[in-house]
């Protein structure tokens, strides 16, 4: 007997109410169109580093390290902060983000991320800062970062 998805996923639906558990994401149906999951913030900033690439235009890459409480996390980016004026200070922002797993095993596990900005305005930064969760910021200032050659 083989069963068809309209019957397995309202089945696995009933089950996982009834097991009083929460998915974070839809089933996908067999042969559907795959559900991406929404991001969280990565708890903890360990490290940031940034270099300039010496291309044209100039390119500042950011790249940041953090933990998680689980392994399995997907999708890991650093999400630059849109402003609609550049920041007094000159410091940039940016939220490191990664898709959760559903399950997976319960451990900090390193993570991390890197951002390529083609063109950043030279004039108006003075360094970023990344976001992880409460206090997890790390900030470096564009004179730590290193000159790098032209990729």
């Known amino acids: ?3 068809s998805a309209r019957i397995i996923l309202p089945l696995l639906s009933a089950v996982l109410i009834a097991c009083g ?3 974070d ?3 996908n149906p ?3 169109a795959a ?3 929404v991001p969280d913030t990565v708890p903890t900033i360990l490290t940031i580093t940034c270099a300039i690439n010496k291309s044209a235009p100039p390119q500042l890459v ?3 390290g953090g933990e998680v409480p689980r392994g399995g996390y997907t999708g890991e980016h650093l999400a630059p902060r849109v ?3 550049p920041p007094a200070d000159g410091i940039w922002d940016y939220d490191f983000v990664a898709i959760p797993p559903q399950i997976g095993t319960t451990v900090m596990t390193p993570i991390q991320a890197e951002h390529t900005w083609p063109g950043f ?3 108006n930064l003075r360094g970023v800062r990344v976001h992880g969760v409460g206090g997890g910021v790390k900030q470096s200032l564009l004179t730590e970062c290193n000159q790098a050659t032209s990729r």
């Open 25 to 27: 994401a839809p089933v």
């Open 30 to 32: 067999p042969g559907g």
């Open 1 to 3: 007997m083989r069963l």
């Open 83 to 85: 402003y609609v004026t």
């Open 21 to 23: 558990r929460k998915t």
């Open 35 to 37: 559900v991406s999951a």
């Open 121 to 123: 305005p030279e004039a």
């Open 62 to 64: 950011v790249m940041a």
